[in-house]
């Protein structure tokens, strides 16, 4: 079935650090992907999306681009501030117009950024 | 404009009482979803409608998790005989026509505990 694995967590980075967060996926057609965030005491957000291959979708200074040969869609950020501690959260949906398109997600990865 | 709505924001149940999850989409959303995220871990899908039809209810764990949506706007998830099991958030996320690469817009969600 359709799966999408992300890193093992949690991650703690000083403010200003670089910042990858890798995701594969695994998928029986052909999927858009998403990735997206929840902040302390808040709901998911979409951050990002990528609806087709060599798409690159960003936002928030945040970019991710959609590798079909690998199968991959990494969030990553030249400098993170403290406000994008949060839960990250990759996803995938496979389906037409009319017709469920239930997202999967990923397990998440927490990111806490030091001052 | 306002966004996706559930109530209760929280909700304490005994073992074996029923429960009620209110979802108010975004005005005019086609389509709605709800998603169960247990403690640590992405959400799952549960069902899936559109409009007043429920398209896809693959996910919901056992006969006594009932959705429904009569007028094709509020639903209601209801969870009968309440288990320790069923303690984790539920999700309600509506777009809107459900497409491919289309946008869930998510609820805060509810946080169910049953003791």
């Known amino acids: 079935g359709d799966s999408v694995t992300q890193m093992e967590g949690p991650v703690t980075l000083s403010e200003e650090a670089c910042l990858t967060i890798n995701c594969t996926y695994t998928a029986t057609g052909y999927p858009s992907l998403f990735w997206y965030v929840q902040y302390p005491g808040e709901g998911l957000q979409l951050l990002l999306k990528?609806?087709?291959?060599?798409d690159k979708g960003s936002n928030k200074g945040f970019e991710a681009t959609y590798r079909k040969e690998t199968t991959s869609f990494h969030l990553e950020k030249g400098s993170v501030q403290v406000s994008d501690s949060a839960v990250y959260f990759c996803?995938?949906?496979?389906?037409?117009?009319?017709?469920?398109?239930?997202?999967?997600f990923g397990k998440g990865i927490t990111l806490s950024v030091r001052p | 404009g306002a966004g996706v709505s559930q109530s209760p924001r929280y909700k304490v149940a005994k073992r074996g009482q029923d429960v009620a999850l209110r979802c108010d989409p975004i005005?005019?959303?086609?389509?709605l979803f709800w998603y169960q995220q247990a403690l640590g871990q992405g959400p799952e899908f549960l069902t899936y409608?559109?409009?007043?039809?429920?398209?896809?209810k693959s996910g919901l764990p056992s006969d006594r998790f009932f959705a429904e949506r009569p007028e094709g706007s509020v639903s209601t998830l209801k969870i009968q005989r309440t288990q320790q099991e069923d303690s984790a958030v539920y999700l309600c996320?509506?777009?809107?026509?459900?497409?491919?690469?289309?946008?869930?817009?998510f609820g805060p969600g509810t946080r169910l505990l049953v003791l």
């Open positions: 005005s005019g959303h086609v389509s």
């Open positions: 990528a609806t087709k291959a060599d």
């Open positions: 409608f559109q409009n007043e039809a429920q398209l896809d």
């Open positions: 996320a509506s777009s809107t026509r459900g497409g491919n690469g289309e946008t869930q817009y």
């Open positions: 996803a995938l949906i496979i389906g037409i117009s009319g017709a469920n398109s239930k997202l999967t």
